[in-house]
């Protein structure tokens, strides 16, 4: 096995350092072996969101440099709640919804790590596995005295709480931290994992179970955050009209993600390629030079939005989300599939659903309120008036007709109608059983 000797040179040209312990130390560690490294990825929902593939491809990264990646899952952490980075206590899951989560996420976040490749071979863990069965004396007496109330205080994470929430944190939440500290002290004591990564805001928690393996194990262990990825305008990254963007195809479809991507700011495009993709120095160098020479071409938008798709969505995925996309730009949406339309249905566009076969036109154009007037109105008459100056295509074909009826014979696939007004503007009707 080749051990890449830059790795957190690599990671920190490339943004992924914010913080890291006993640099020089690490660095002789990662050369001089097969090192293993873990991250944690709570199940609060059903799905994994792009701010995961941030350690997910940074797992990817320590793997490809030759190290031994695990995903830890928790199944039992997930039970708690973190209490890092927000204001008040999370809303517990019952343990049946958990579970749930811990299956989805194990299959998806498996997609971005090598299973069978010799020594440094991933695998993902579940920490239910070890913390379900503790007891709660020996959860006091082995693990909680080694536990400073004045120092847990001190976390920023806390601290963070203790000063935003008038009620204080819950001993729920508080014991957080020593779980996640336990995991480190089990995966070292296991695996041999030495190195724990996660994003900034986890410092904290990271640093605390290092010296837990130190005092339990007697075993140097490391800590290593990436920063919290933010938008430039200083907004959370991975929101899209106040919703998380996912990497489940059946909460987010590819058409969606793909255009998250797309629709980036000029400002942002050239550091997500640097974090969301494996392009090369010499790649990631072109696609910032072709950037600052033509924002408008957005060839480096393009490509990052290919990027990312190829590695969440595969192949197909990038090619449904290309076809959707040159459909709708040039009105030709009678190619598409029914896979395409139904894309679309999930989160693709503005939609309507109408219960039976049939809808008015007149009338959709008002409920979707494309009938808008200069002044911000939405009627009927502002509907005549733009199907009166060609205005109006439907499934690609400009109308004319004031009393056309929307209805399944009409419809593609029996089922849509695209409705688009101007260039930009388009609206999906769905034509569903009564």
Partial sequence: MVINKDLLDEFRTLGLIAQVSNEDLLVKHLSSAVRTVY?????????????????????????LAGHKPILLVGGATGMIGDPGGRSSERELKSEELVRAFVAKIRTQASRFL??????????????????EALSVVDFLRDIGKHFSVNDMVRKETIKRRLQDDAS???YTEFSYMILQSYDYVVLNKKYDCSIQMGGSDQWGN???????????????????????????????????????????????????FYQFWRNCAD??????????????KDGLRQAALAHEQDPG?????????????????????VNAAERISEALFANKLAGLAIEDLNQLALDGMSSTRVAGHSTDLIEILVQSGLAVTPRG??????????????AISVNGEKVSDMTLVLDSELALYGQYVVLQKGKKHHHLVILAED
Avoid at 377 to 390: D, F, P, Y
């Fill in 267 to 280: 400002d942002d495009v050239v550091n997500y390629l640097k974090i969301f993709t494996f392009l090369s």
């Fill in 206 to 256: 990271i640093t605390a179970g290092m010296d837990l393996v130190r005092r339990m194990n007697g075993n140097q262990a490391f800590a290593l955050t990436y920063p919290l990825i933010t938008n430039s305008d200083g907004t959370k990254f991975g929101k899209s009209m106040g919703n998380a963007v996912w990497i489940d195809a059946e909460k987010t479809s590819p058409y969606s």
């Fill in 114 to 131: 090598e299973f069978d490749c010799g020594e440094n071979s991933a695998i993902v863990v579940d920490n239910a596995e070890w913390t």
């Fill in 39 to 63: 991250c944690g990825f709570d199940p609060t929902a059903s799905s994994l969101h792009i701010g995961n593939l941030v350690p997910l491809l940074a797992l990817r990264r320590f793997q």
């Fill in 297 to 317: 071409k957005r060839t480096a938008h393009t490509l990052l939005a290919r990027e990312v798709t190829r590695l969440v969505h595969g192949e197909e995925g």
């Fill in 168 to 170: 204080g944190i819950s």
């Fill in 377 to 390: 109105e939405v009627t009927a008459g502002q509907a005549r008036k733009l199907i009166k100056s060609n």
